[in-house]
């Protein structure tokens, strides 16, 4: 089992910054490829970005590309979502996810954080 835990939500006026926090449990993480996603009120949840095992691929959404970045620090078993230039549609829950696989951006991911909120005002 890996429990995953975020951190780093908060409230930020638009134009500013945050960066999110995935604490993963579990000696295996660094086989795991890790993602973040959002949902919104009313609205699906969505993907936002996604990590491989290694760090050494990434890829993301066309709404954030060019102003989140996400990465991982496999010895202390955490990945990170870098926000720049938050724009309030940006506001919603934000979840990570991981799952043991190579593959890049996988159609499932077996485990989920509780989700942290971002609130971005204008």
């Known amino acids: 089992q890996v429990q995953l835990v975020e951190s780093g939500g908060g409230l930020v006026q638009a134009g500013g910054s945050l960066r999110l926090s995935c604490a993963a449990s579990?000696?295996?993480?660094?086989?795991?490829?890790m993602g973040w996603f959002r949902q919104a009120p009313g609205k699906e949840r969505e993907f936002v970005a996604a990590i491989n095992w290694s760090g050494g691929r990434t890829t993301y959404a066309d709404s954030v590309k060019g102003r989140f970045t996400i990465s991982r620090d496999n010895a202390k078993n955490t990945v990170y979502l870098q926000m720049n230039s938050l724009k309030p549609e940006d506001t919603a829950v934000y979840y990570c996810?991981?799952?043991?696989?190579?593959?890049?951006?996988?159609?499932?991911?077996?485990?989920w954080g509780q989700g942290t909120q971002v609130t971005v005002s204008a």
């Open positions: 579990g000696r295996t993480f660094s086989n795991y490829a």
């Open positions: 996810a991981g799952t043991s696989t190579t593959v890049l951006r996988p159609s499932r991911y077996d485990y």
